[in-house]
């Protein structure tokens, strides 16, 4: 198995920049959905309806 400890100290670098950047964007995600109650769960459900090829969804059919 390939882990993080395995990698070159250039690719953790790498990574770990990554996941900073992944928590300074969902921190900024989260932030700006609070105003209107929204978590970031509920924000991709929205995304994932918004974004149907049809007019829209039953509630049974989303999941």
Same mark, same amino acid.
């Given at each position: 198995m390939d882990t993080v400890e395995n %990698?070159?100290?250039f690719?953790?670098?790498v990574f770990l920049g990554i996941l900073r950047v992944a928590e300074t964007f969902t921190r900024s995600l989260t932030d700006m959905l609070r105003p209107? %109650?929204?978590t970031l769960s509920q924000y991709s459900v929205l995304q994932a309806l918004r974004h149907t090829e049809t007019d829209g969804l039953k509630c %049974?059919?989303?999941?």
């Open positions: %990698r070159s100290p690719e953790q670098h209107f %109650r929204l %049974r059919e989303v999941g």
